[in-house]
């Protein structure tokens, strides 16, 4: 399996859709010329890359162009992919956390991967040797629940849980509490699919802020947005 069918394996659904259309830009070219690099350029942008990284990428995939004297699309195809994993690598330790106690709430759409990804950044941070512990605070689902116990067990993190239908904000005042008293390094708080236009469950995130800042106001704070971790 060649180097760009890799790539286009292990990237996500939406990104898939940047490949593809990267395949028929190199398909449709005979030579490299300024037709090639603004198809390209359209193509990246269009993938919601954004206009400055993409600038970036093409910038840097002349100067490799230039460098390696190369003549055919096909035989620059490598450097596009090495120049665009430089630009998207953030480095193992790019969520470190400021190696201080931290509590990271994980928040999205429905179906996106919320408790997977919570399951696999507490196994992360295990490996890195930081006592994590875990929050059950997507209550609407009892298989939520039962995943990031699941969870739990494979990574070994402790778990703070209710019951389906509890209060979320309960469930992270008794993890902060928890995280607190056993003093752990991060606490991973997973939450219920909601989007922005549903003001109750909206005014849900501003409760579980308001706890977390009552109860632990010196921990540092990490709010991140799964948009596809499936």
Not at 30 to 44: G, M, N, P, R, V
Not at 109 to 133: D, M
Not at 185 to 207: I, P, Q, S, W
Request: aromatic residues 6%; hydrophobic residues 40%.
């Amino acid at each position: 399996m060649g180097l760009f069918s890799k790539l286009k394996e292990g990237l996500t659904k939406t990104r898939n859709n940047i490949v593809s259309g990267i395949d028929s830009v190199f398909s449709g070219f005979s030579k490299i010329d300024d037709d090639f690099y603004d198809e390209l350029e359209e193509t990246l942008i269009m993938g919601d890359i954004g206009v400055r990284a993409t600038e970036e990428i093409i910038e840097d995939l002349k100067e490799k162009v230039k460098e390696n004297k190369i003549k055919q699309p096909e035989e620059c195809k490598h450097l596009l992919i090495e120049t665009i994993k430089e630009k998207m690598n953030l480095g193992e330790n790019a969520y470190d956390f400021e190696n201080k106690q931290s509590i990271v709430m994980l928040i999205g759409v429905n179906g996106v991967g919320k408790t997977t990804s919570v399951g696999k950044l507490a196994g992360l941070l295990k490996a890195q040797n930081k006592k994590v512990i875990m929050a059950a605070a997507d209550t609407f689902r009892a298989a939520a629940i039962e995943q990031l116990t699941e969870w739990s067990k494979r990574t070994g993190t402790d778990i703070i849980a209710q019951s389906e239908g509890s209060d979320p904000a309960a469930v992270i005042f008794d993890a902060v509490a928890a995280a607190k008293a056993r003093n752990a390094d991060v606490l991973l708080c997973d939450t219920a699919g909601r989007l922005h236009n549903k003001k109750n469950l909206m005014e849900e995130l501003k409760k579980i802020d308001r706890v977390i800042e009552r109860s632990y106001p010196e921990a540092y704070r990490e709010n991140l947005i799964v948009l596809d971790a499936t």
